[in-house]
């Protein structure tokens, strides 16, 4: 006997809209079904259309029609940030400031949810405006060699003239002439200004330049490396003599903080797994002898470092985990930094802290990401 699987896909629904949810969405029910609904806001009646249904409790839809809107929704200022356009922007409806109040919820939400805590953390505007901000794109190309966006949680290319987020002149005249197909292009404004295409960039943070070779990471804020670094120092803490870690540390960005706090006598050790980033971290740190890059993965490296003092930890979106937060905790630093682009990650790896001894001290966000659900946290943990 067959079994008929629900599947709402291309459904068309009138829903009333409840709280933001992570990821860009706000939560609806119909039905007794979770519909997970972008381009909406809290408290409005919407005509939404799902768009992805796997069969289980939830499904994902887009708001195709505002019925009833909210007072903080506004005129989105980019033609594409909508239902089956782009899919890099969830907030361009949504008043700068309140977008920021959506990401506190968010923010607030997981961390008691997941990591069992209790936070009036707020999270912080950083200076430039909600556009303009975005100094490092990386394009798509279709099989028409067109260069574009994708659309949200597809590898389908949105060809666009222009991208709103980026600094403006940056984009036009790439996204207007023809690439390889299938290809990439990747461009970035650096601290000079200029425009790089697939070439070394240099920016500035800590009071030093850092020239970077094509594709090795940098914040694309232009204000939050030394937002980062502002925060770093303070908590990090790391005693004269002392040693420190820096995990999954890229360039180096926070050894160069650490090693002025340990001094001449102490040691960094920054371990990242990106051997080009590696290579600028050790040119542009080259001046600071106590600190010592590894390459390779951070749960291979660890085991052969000797016990720090502080660890600094800096980790892809799923966060630490399980095993490397018993594999730091058991190595029983004073103070740990954890930067964060994922709330949820975050909000799962207090608790695994909390079951470790380690408690959390302290907290900031930053809106790193404006007129996307994205945020940029920082947590400090103490034993």
């Known amino acids: 006997m067959s079994v008929s699987v629900l599947d709402w896909t291309d459904r068309v629904l009138d829903v009333e809209v409840g709280a933001v949810a992570h990821g860009g969405h706000c939560v ?3 039905e007794g079904r979770v519909l997970f609904v972008r381009h909406a806001l809290p408290g409005e009646r919407v005509r939404a259309v799902v768009t992805d249904d796997q069969g289980g409790s939830f499904c994902l839809a887009d708001a195709i029609a505002v019925l009833e809107a909210s007072p903080d929704r506004v005129a989105a200022p980019c033609t594409w940030a909508r239902a089956g356009g782009c899919g890099g922007c969830d907030f361009q409806h949504v008043a700068p400031a309140v977008q920021r109040d959506l990401k506190t919820f968010v923010l607030r939400e997981q961390l008691s949810r997941l990591g069992g805590v209790d936070s009036d953390v ?36 949105v060809p666009i003239a222009d991208c709103l987020l980026a600094p403006s002149g940056m984009l036009p005249d790439l996204l207007a002439r023809p690439w390889p197909p299938g290809s ?19 920016q500035h943070a800590a009071g030093r330049d850092w020239e970077l070779s094509p594709g090795t990471f940098w914040q694309v804020h232009p204000a939050l490396a030394d937002a980062l670094v502002e925060v770093v120092s303070a908590w990090a803490a790391a005693p004269p003599g002392g040693v420190a870690w820096d995990l999954y540390g890229g360039v180096g960005l926070f050894a160069a903080v650490l090693a002025a706090q340990v001094g001449t006598a102490g040691s960094v050790t920054v371990v990242e797994s990106s051997a080009a980033a590696v290579a600028d971290g050790r040119r542009a740190l080259a001046d600071l002898r106590q600190v010592d890059f590894r390459v390779g993965r951070v749960e291979r490296v660890v085991g052969g470092l000797p016990d720090p003092s502080v660890v600094v930890a ?33 909000g799962r790896d207090v608790r695994l802290f909390a079951e470790r001894g380690y408690a959390l001290a302290e907290v900031r966000s930053f809106d790193a990401f404006p007129m996307t659900h994205h945020m940029e946290s920082v947590a400090l943990f103490t034993r």
């Open 28 to 30: 609806a029910r119909h």
């Open 122 to 157: 707020v999270v912080e505007e950083l200076p430039g405006g909600p556009l303009g901000w975005r100094q490092r794109i990386r394009l798509a190309v279709d099989d028409e060699g067109r260069a574009g966006l994708r659309a949200h949680h597809s590898h389908e290319v």
């Open 314 to 346: 800096d980790p892809p979106r799923k966060g630490l985990q399980k095993r490397m937060v018993a594999e730091i905790c058991g190595r029983a630093p004073s103070r740990i930094v954890y930067v964060a682009c994922d709330p949820a990650a975050l």
């Open 184 to 202: 990439h292009v990747e461009v970035a404004v650096d601290a000079t200004g200029e425009r790089r295409l697939g070439e070394p960039s240099v």
